[in-house]
């Protein structure tokens, strides 16, 4: 079974505070990385895609993967109260699909 | 900004009755694909289409669902006997190349009540 693992939260951070984001998964064949960021009754929003091992960053934004651990993150710098939503890591292994975790809720207080 | 759209926002239909979910996906996609969300649960991959037929399908999408392309721009899912388990948040997304090497674009969902 295909398995991406999110902590559930919520995870709760002050404003300005960095917030850590963590995701696993069980494949090693997987090959690419995805952050979306989820509000309540939306659909699915792109922050981030992460394709090898390190560091990608994007504005406030920082993926990060390591694959020898089966593990990617996602750093938000200088957290704001719209950033509060959950956060879905999803991973494609193969063929088309990508495999979602549950999702991270993150609330950004002022 | 291209987007993909997807009609209706909310379908309420009884159970046993027939629905087609509707989708554009973005126009110069080659790849089309559908998901569920159960409320309060994970995104889950339903099908994926590419050159008018089905390239992966999920233990989910059993003989109840079907997909077609029925023109240049329409992507649709049929459920033809709707179950309670059913009601869910229905997306579907779209991307230019491979999964896996390019980005999945989700529209904004379409909510199904069975009731």
């Not at chain 2, 089309?32 to 649960?41: A, S």
Request: proline share 4%; net charge negative.
């Amino acid at each position: 079974q295909k398995e991406v693992e999110q902590n559930s939260g919520p995870l709760s951070v002050p404003e300005g505070a960095i917030a850590s984001l963590n995701c696993t998964y069980s494949d090693r064949g997987s090959q690419s990385f995805f952050w979306y960021r989820q509000y309540s009754g939306k659909s699915p929003e792109l922050i981030m895609s992460i394709y090898s091992n390190g560091d990608k960053e994007d504005g406030r934004f920082t993926a990060q993967l390591n694959k020898a651990s089966q593990y990617v993150s996602l750093l938000i710098r200088d957290s704001q109260p719209s950033d509060s939503a959950t956060y879905l890591c999803a991973v494609h292994q193969a063929g088309t699909a990508l495999i979602f975790g549950k999702g991270t809720t993150l609330s950004v207080s002022s | 900004e291209p987007e993909v759209t997807q009609t209706p926002s909310h379908q309420v239909t009884q159970m046993g009755q027939e629905v087609i979910l509707r989708c554009v996906p973005i126009s110069n996609h080659l790849y089309f694909y559908w998901y569920r969300q159960i409320l309060g649960q994970k995104v889950e991959f339903l099908v994926s289409f590419y050159n008018n037929e089905i390239s992966e399908k999920s233990e989910i999408f059993d003989d109840q669902f079907s997909v077609e392309r029925p023109d240049g721009s329409n992507f649709t899912l049929k459920i033809r006997s709707t179950k309670l388990e059913d009601s869910a948040m229905y997306f579907c997304a779209s991307t230019k190349g491979l999964a896996g090497e390019d980005t999945q674009y989700f529209g904004p969902g379409t909510r199904l009540t069975v009731l």
